[in-house]
């Protein structure tokens, strides 16, 4: 891991009109780094999530993104980046091979570039027969696994994942994990959420975020020593626990 | 009984807090009202028209008087010559344009026989057509009464009555036409979204495990909207009474009536269309593509379906909207009774039945 | 049975039979199974290519907490919608409280409690008015069974105007439940209740779920989360339509038969790469913290030591693993 902070959050803020959905949050995240970034639904995870994404602009404080700036050069860093949601990944009604040409073509990939990283993600999936079957016949660990590959297609520097293995199976789920470790071992920073503590651990760093705030951010070791816990889901709870806003 | 109540009340619940809707609901039958009996219109009024006299002569000038009288003229003004004529038209400055030839009183009065040019612009027919027949109609008027003043042998006078409808008002068509479009929108499209609805939200999965029969729970759905239909029928009415002059010369009772078998049909359609679509969007797709576009095109009011070629003219009879433009304008224009509409009537609630069990046998007890 | 209603007579009447045949025959449980499932499949498609559920056979005796665990996909949805009688099964029976699912629906569906996924409640109506509607429709009223439901309702009724809508996950699942409740139900169907929601309410939830149990109410829940299992009476593990394994939670961690331990080191990446090419290593997952390696069998414990012990720069530990729900998944998974 190198010193490059590939994004970097400074009082970051987003409110809508009288709430306060992000309240001064401020963390960096390193190259090659997997960032866990969790918290309760309502805590003001996705709202700060599109606010690094170039989605959403911020009420007020800095941030940048693979160097670019959050409120001038949000155009910048959409290409700069990769997403995956659980929500959408794929077009279900296009091919497999489809669905990867489209994506090429999005990211301005020269057609050379799109047949060979097309093959070479079919074989490292073994999905080589279903090149052309439609992605709504594949079980949802392929999905989801071929989203990911799809999402840093364009090799960009940094990745966000957004619940990537809800209601995966555990085994799918394993493989997933590894992949985001190839990932991060080429140097592709991985920012991830996600409801599986167990997931947690597989990160270099975890932030908490309670109420629109940060309220843990560490090493998932350090963080079960800071609040005597012998796993991560006894932290979230504890600090889940204190919430105060309930909003979904 | 209790559970259909219950339900009832729900619905009232929905359309009533979603205030939107349901404005646009009860306000936009009195909007197209408005929009047909005031703004648009298929007469035309204020043409503007040019009238290039050579004659100029007491016959003339009288026909130039009546002309600029007519609501349905404007005397742009007198042309000079006849290459004005083509620049004004090539402009769009004139609609019709009257040409009086030279000695046009002289030829009238010593060999009882005169010519009227009329040039109108064809580009849009059907204006042409109406300008020249009214240009025609008043100097015929005129013709009338200096040949009365004379009383000359062999002479066939034609007497024009327009029955019903003296003042050839358009209003009188498209009341009709605005409560089928209405009815159809407000029960057919909304009683299929709103069944829909509670199919993607997934209520319908529970209302199906529970006691309650399942096709109550689609007629619960179709009440509210038979209530609203009501109201805005009888705004309608009041509306085209007051605002529009419009007279309901036969039984309201019997317009009421039909209104309501209408109304049926429409909510039979509704729920049609619910049990086979499996989106809101498709719902409202179907009920406008399949059902709201044929209404305004092969109901008859607004293009004529006897000018239509056959295979419309066929297709035409399976639209209930015909059948129903037919009863009002008879019941409420022409004042029939119920022995003048009863193979209409009798028409519309045979679909009624049709669609009505149609809908009830689709309906699913299951999903999937 | 609790609730008798009149129109249960035909239904009581045939459960009667039912318990005079099983005498006949000499079965030991005389005591009626809630919902009973014998060789259900289940396919969609205009020619049946997906397949939800394939050959799936259980019961589950009145008064039982028994959860359906599995992934999406798995035919969880599909299992439930076919026991309320919303889906027609291909072919096999399946009987809730001795009435079929296919013939006597319409019994069923007054007698069952459903919440489907996503909270089906009505978003622009109140707590109250949706709790009351629910009861209306089920001939009954809030507080003919407020009982059953007070401890559940207690927690949202400061919020009974609000509109179902604006409820945070967890109170929209406390309201789907209570209504689903009101008609005091014989058997409840929970459809992933505890999906999208926030760990806190999943954790109230469960709680709530024992209590009703003392009520004697048998209750089916499905979840993909595997924790969940424990708190369950039995479970059916479930993956691509197929049940892997049905039994107590207990049962099914003694029945993992491979001795099962937990390493970690400073590099768990190559750790792992590693462990898999060894022999003695049945699997090797990793599994939080650490990794977890199934052996092949106990011999294998030295060589694994050993292993450790030369990882030691890298700050390797070896420490034993009690299984879980998860690691039986897995290895069911995979066999």
Known sequence: MSDDKVITANNLTKKFGDFTAVDHISFDVHKGEIFGFLGANGAGKTTAMRMLCGLSLPTSGEATVAGFDVYKENEKIKKSIGYMSQKFSLYEDLTVKENMEFYGGIYHMTDKFIKEKTGFILEHLHLEKEANALVRSLPLGWKQKLAFSVAIFHEPGIVFLDEPTGGVDPVTRREFWNMIYEAADRGITVFVTTHYMDEAEYCNRVSIMVDGRIEALDTPSQLKKTYEATSMDEVFLKLARKAVRTAD | ?368 | MNGARPDDTVGRVSQRTMIVVMRLTKKRNIQMNAVVAENIIKTYGKKKEVTALSDISFAVPQGELFGIIGPDGAGKTSLFRILTTLLLADSGKAAVDGFDVVKDYKAIRKRVGYMPGKFSLYPDLSVEENLNFFATIFNTSIAENYDLIKDIYVQIEPFKDRKAGKLSGGMKQKLALSCALIHRPSVLFLDEPTTGVDAVSRKEFWEMLKGLKKQGITILVSTPYMDEAGLCDRVALIQSGKILSINTPQGIVENFSKPLWAVKSSRMLSLLNELLQKDFVEDVYPFGEYHHVVMKDSSGEPLLREFVREHNNEKAVLQEAQPDIEDCFIALMKN
């Open chain 2, 1 to 368: 009984m209790k559970q259909f109540f219950a339900f009832v009340r729900k619905e009232f619940f929905h359309i009533w807090r979603d205030k939107r809707t349901m404005f646009i609901l009860l306000a936009m039958p009195i909007v197209q009202i408005i929009i047909f009996g005031f703004a648009l219109t298929n007469e035309v009024k204020n043409a503007n028209i040019a009238i290039l006299d050579n004659s100029k002569d007491a016959a003339t000038a009288s026909l130039t008087t009546q002309l600029d009288a007519s609501r349905y003229f404007a005397l742009e003004r007198n042309i000079v010559t006849y290459k004005q004529i083509e620049e004004e038209f090539r402009k769009g400055k004139i609609k019709l344009a009257i040409i009086f030839p030279q000695h046009f009183g002289e030829d009238l009065q010593h060999f009882n026989k005169a010519q009227v040019q009329l040039i109108a612009d064809a580009a849009d027919p059907n204006t042409a057509t109406q300008l020249t027949n009214y240009a025609t109609a008043i100097v015929n008027d005129y013709q009338n009464r200096i040949t009365n003043e004379r009383k000359l042998p062999y002479t066939i006078n034609t007497e024009m009555r327009m029955l019903y409808n003296p003042q050839l008002k358009g209003a009188f068509n498209f009341v009709p036409g605005v409560m089928a479009m209405v009815l159809l929108l407000v029960c057919t499209m909304m009683t299929a979204i709103t069944i829909v609805k509670e199919k993607e939200m997934g209520t319908m999965e529970i209302m199906l495990v529970s006691p309650m029969v399942p096709q109550l729970v689609v007629l619960a759905k179709a009440v509210p909207y038979l209530i609203l239909s009501s109201i805005n029928i009888t705004s309608i009415l009041l509306l085209s009474v007051f605002a529009l002059e419009v007279p309901i010369n036969g039984s309201i009772l019997l317009l009421g009536f039909e209104s309501i078998l209408f109304t049926l049909v429409s909510l039979s359609l509704g729920l049609l269309i619910s049990s086979g679509a499996a989106s809101q969007q498709t719902a409202m797709f179907i009920s406008l593509i399949a059902l709201f576009l044929p209404t305004l095109m092969l109901s008859g009011f607004m293009f004529p379906v006897e000018n239509m070629p056959l295979p419309l003219r066929i297709i035409s009879n399976i639209v209930p909207a015909k059948w129903f433009y037919i009863i009002i304008k008879s019941v409420m224009i022409k004042g029939l009774g119920i022995s003048g509409v009863w193979k209409e009537t009798l028409i519309m609630a045979g679909m009624m039945i049709f669609f009505l069990t149609m809908a009830i046998k689709k309906f699913k007890i299951r999903l999937g």
